[in-house]
């Protein structure tokens, strides 16, 4: 497969790049600024291509992604930019229709509900400084839905995303917030690779939201 990931040098991108290619697939990553790809990881049978791109400039992003047979967000916003996120799915959206290629977004776990049918991000005890975050995930999230025609996938990690062990092992859900039995709701960003790459290659979550975790 032909495959682009916007936010290629960020920690879960990083990691999506590297498992991309090591399945065999031709991957591009793309960055704000080339400089930034330099040293990506990327070792297996498949290949790696870098290019400079703006992802909330339609045009730069149809010109990346033309040909592909899908794409992969994973970028993160920059402290007090946190907008900059539904302004980059937004984009991705757009020119994903247009070129009829696939989009898949790895977006923020504070949406998903928990046992008492709220969200996670309401729930007492949820670190403020997140919060800004996890309201753009929502509209991010809304973002998505909105879209008429654009052939999307979105990702809500688990409460807890660490580096960690790629085991290849991972649970999936829809809404709901996945725990296990100790009540923790984790998965390593190797694992969250694992997840999406799987995502991409057999195609299960058409135009809606899933998750994963141990």
Not at 42 to 51: K, T
Not at 93 to 121: H, N
Not at 208 to 213: K, Q
Request: glycine content about 12%; hydrophobic content about 40%.
């Amino acid at each position: 497969m032909r495959i682009t990931v916007f936010g290629a040098t960020g920690n879960v991108g990083r990691r999506v790049v590297a498992e991309a290619v090591s399945r065999g697939h031709e991957v591009t990553g793309v960055a704000r600024t080339a400089v930034r790809l330099i040293g990506l990881p990327g070792e297996g049978p498949g290949s790696l291509r870098v290019r400079a791109g703006d992802a909330t400039d339609v045009d730069d992003v149809v010109a990346s992604i033309t040909g592909q047979d899908v794409v992969i967000t994973a970028t993160c916003p920059s402290p007090g930019d946190e907008a900059g996120l539904v302004a980059v799915a937004t984009t991705l959206l757009t020119a994903s229709a247009k070129t009829g290629v696939r989009l898949l977004l790895v977006g923020g776990a504070g949406s998903l509900t928990v046992e008492d049918g709220g969200r996670l991000m309401d729930r007492p005890g949820y670190p403020p400084f997140l919060l800004p975050i996890a309201s753009a995930c929502v509209d991010q999230l809304a973002a998505c839905r909105a879209h008429p025609t654009a052939d999307w996938s979105y990702l809500s990690p688990p409460d807890l995303l660490v580096p960690g062990d790629r085991t290849g092992r991972y649970r999936v859900g829809a809404d709901e917030l996945l725990v296990d039995a100790d009540g923790e709701s984790r998965i390593s960003m190797e694992d969250l690779a694992v997840a999406l790459l799987d995502e991409a290659e057999r195609p299960r979550h058409h135009r809606t939201r899933f998750t994963v975790a141990y």
